[in-house]
């Protein structure tokens, strides 16, 4: 084999198989820049990985100075002289190939571990301890793999030292969820075997547009042969899975669009298993608008927005690595007037729980002074943020105030209860950033995302410099604004009601 498969491969294939297929064979002068908030999230895991050595309660060897087979050659050595901690070493085998942060010996065997920036768990939080991460689980299988390969070790229980100072052992012997009965090894060497077509191009592999494409450093060159393809997946939420069930019948977006609705019908259902009849009309419906049959944004249903003197558009920024709500920002106005409109933000200077209180305290007085009025925010994210908030600073806000703030019908998630339930929109995705700029809206910032954000605020914690914080705020801003000229495009929208399915 050509290539020997890696760690870094296994992440890329649990993340998009044609990005593995584009890594090993497309030429690199087509990919994207290297994004400001990957490269710091890549220096923050190194920071972490270094923070992490240094505390280390037991001596170890560190070949982190050594690359390429010199790095192996010393760690076999050093496997060989039974050293108990290994830092950065390198193993391999015909096929395979992984740099483990860290091999422990560990009753006459050597496990494999690796150091991440992030929780060892997948969604946890107060209420769910979370469940394994798929690409960790899949990383440390090929270590494991390699080091059983090489007569180091019969166990599967290597593990995770995450951001919270824990070292969680990955049981690979243990089932998936209780629905899903495959072991995480079994899961493995699914992987690894379907990594191995790719690598001997045995298979090929094609783009599927989805969230995962934002960060991703073939974007531009995926949109493109997405769009000269008109790929089905540029209907938004579609997805890969969807498509390999359409794909059977109707290859192309515009072929789905022009065909009547009913060719696909099978009675009370639709000719594409795993797919329900109301999915695949609103699926039809968005291929018909990127196809330009149907021309205009609408409405399914006439939508009646509460009224009342003042509305507020509000949107959060995070850090989600240090796990630090930094803004919340409010475009304000009043009686429908542009001219009333005003920003508030209240915006903590640095990471400090104190501060962060302080910022969700003055968010939470501004609004109460306010209500009643119209809140619009968009995504749930806005309210699994609040509430996780006031359950960590619980003294001045009861959690219950929160809990009952977003329940009121005056305070709306634009994104959850009415454009996804009730519009329809010729744009790739539905996100506030597509929408709004479809309805001719301009974001000041040359290059807008929330992610590029959270590196603007590590450099403000940095450097301190004024207009890195102006920067933060005008993009904040702008998110809110965006958010008012969607409600405003929504109320303008013609109605077209959904067809008898
Ligand atoms: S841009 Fe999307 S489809 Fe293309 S390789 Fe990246 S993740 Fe895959």
Not at 177 to 191: F, I, S, V
Not at 355 to 373: N, S
Request: glycine share 6%; aromatic share 12%.
């Amino acid at each position: 084999m050509k290539h020997k498969i890696s760690a870094d491969m296994l992440y890329n294939y649990s993340q998009c198989p044609h990005r593995l297929y584009l890594d090993l064979f497309e030429d690199s002068a087509k990919q994207n820049r290297e994004s400001a908030f990957l490269k710091l999230l890549w220096e923050r895991g190194i920071d972490y990985e270094k923070q992490v050595v240094s505390e280390l309660k037991i001596p170890f060897l560190d070949l982190s100075s050594y690359s390429g087979s010199e790095k192996e050659k010393r760690t076999i050595d050093a496997i060989k002289q039974g050293v108990t901690l290994i830092y950065s070493g390198r193993i391999s085998t015909a096929q395979l190939v992984g740099e483990p942060d860290l091999l422990l010996k560990k009753e006459g065997e050597y496990i494999a571990g690796d150091i991440k920036s992030g929780s060892a768990f997948e969604g946890e939080n107060e209420e769910t301890e979370g469940k394994p991460k798929k690409h960790y689980a899949l990383q440390l299988g090929l270590y494991t793999d390699i080091l059983t390969r090489l007569n180091h070790s019969t166990s599967r229980t290597p593990f995770i030292h995450d951001i919270k100072g824990r070292d969680i052992s990955y049981d690979l012997g243990e089932a998936k969820g209780k629905l899903n009965q495959q072991t995480w090894w079994e899961c493995y060497l699914e992987t690894l075997s379907e990594i191995e077509q790719i690598v001997e191009k045995n298979v090929t592999t094609t783009p599927a547009h989805g969230g995962v494409c934002k960060l991703c450093h073939w974007r531009t060159h995926c949109l493109k042969s997405l769009i000269a393809a008109q790929d089905l997946t540029l209907i938004p939420e579609l997805g890969r899975k969807k498509r390999e069930a359409i794909h059977l019948q109707v290859q192309t977006l515009t072929d789905f669009a022009q065909k009547p609705l009913s060719d696909f019908k099978d009675g009370k259902k639709t000719i594409f298993p795993g797919i329900g009849l109301s999915t695949l009309s609103k699926f039809h419906a968005r291929a018909r608008l990127l196809a330009k049959i149907d021309t205009y944004a609408y409405t399914r249903k006439r939508i009646r927005f509460p009224r009342t003197d003042t509305e507020l558009f509000f949107d959060i920024e995070t850090d989600p690595m240090r796990d630090f709500c930094y803004l919340h920002g409010f475009v304000e106005r009043h009686h429908g007037n542009p001219d009333t409109e005003k920003y508030v933000s209240f915006f903590a200077d640095q990471v400090d729980e104190k501060l962060e209180e302080r910022v969700f305290i003055d968010a939470w007085h501004y609004i109460k002074q306010h209500f009643p009025c119209t809140v619009y925010y968009y995504s749930p994210y806005e309210k699994t943020i609040w509430k996780k908030l006031s359950k960590k600073y619980p003294e001045l806000i009861q959690p219950s105030e929160i809990e009952a703030f977003f329940k009121s019908p005056l305070v709306i998630d634009l994104y959850s209860e009415i454009v996804k339930k009730h519009t329809e929109w010729p744009t790739y995705s539905y996100s506030v950033k597509d929408l709004a700029q479809y309805l001719g809206f301009r974001w000041r910032d040359k290059n807008p995302s929330g992610a590029e954000s959270i590196e603007w605020y590590h450099r403000w914690l940095e450097e301190k410099k004024l207009e890195i914080k102006e920067r933060i705020l005008k993009y904040n801003e702008d998110d809110c604004i965006a958010m008012r000229v969607l409600l405003e495009g929504i109320q303008g929208l013609p109605l077209k009601p959904h067809p008898s399915t």
